[in-house]
T-cell receptor
């Protein structure tokens, strides 16, 4: 089955540690996105990538880093510089340049700093 | 600045009643608008897509409308069910090479 997979579903991190969230898709989509969602708030864009080896900062990129070495994978690293990392993180992918573009989402990773 | 604004922020209705959610956008140029449903702790799932030339589209009990002149869309839910309790997110795509723009969503609670 084609889809987009995030792992792990739940993640706990100690303060001061970096942690990497995985996002893999087998939909052959060029574009991939990372969003953060906090309680009572909408989705906020962290980073997005339109093609392999290229990515752009979103609205809240500080304290995060990404890589896009393969079309299928877009891992997000939450660094110790992110002051308030506890949140629900969503990864999405879509076709580029199509007027009927739809974003397909993973099931999310809930990160908690302990 | 490209923005998507949704209203109301939250809504509580009785089972069986109808409701309408609103989405206003300033994204230009405009390619399409999608309504997503997000259950708590899950990823959003697409309900319907509206392109520039479409005014109304239905998906079961969900009916979306689009007025491209006033840059407004609505999502009407008829005969609500308890399973309709979720966040409903309006997402607008402008042009190739740009990211999707998300509204903050409307949280709908359907009670018995």
């Amino acid at each position: 089955d084609g889809g987009i997979t995030q792992s792990p579903k739940y993640l706990f991190r100690k303060e001061g540690q970096n942690v990497t969230l995985s996002c893999e898709q087998n939909l052959n989509h060029d574009a991939m996105y990372w969003y953060r969602q906090d309680p009572g708030q909408g989705l906020r864009l962290i980073y997005y990538s339109q093609i392999v080896n290229d990515f752009q900062k979103g609205d809240i990129a500080e304290g995060y880093s990404v890589s896009r070495e393969k079309k299928e994978s877009f891992p997000l690293t939450v660094t110790s510089a992110q002051k308030n990392p506890t949140a629900f993180y969503l990864c999405a992918s879509s076709i580029r340049g199509n007027r009927n573009t739809e974003a397909f989402f993973g099931q999310g990773t809930r990160l908690t700093v302990v | 600045k490209n923005q998507v604004e949704q209203s109301p922020q939250s809504l509580i209705i009785l089972e069986g009643k109808n409701c309408t959610l609103q989405c206003n956008y300033t994204v230009s140029p405009f390619s399409n608008l999608r309504w997503y449903k997000q259950d708590t702790g899950r990823g959003p799932v697409s309900l319907t897509i509206m392109t520039f030339s479409e005014n109304t589209k239905s998906n079961g009990r969900y009916t979306a409308t689009l007025d491209a002149d006033t840059k407004q869309s609505s999502l009407h839910i008829t005969a609500s069910q308890l399973s309709d309790s979720a966040s409903y997110i309006c997402v607008v795509w402008g042009q190739a090479g740009t990211a999707l723009i998300f509204g903050k969503g409307t949280t709908l609670s359907v009670s018995s």
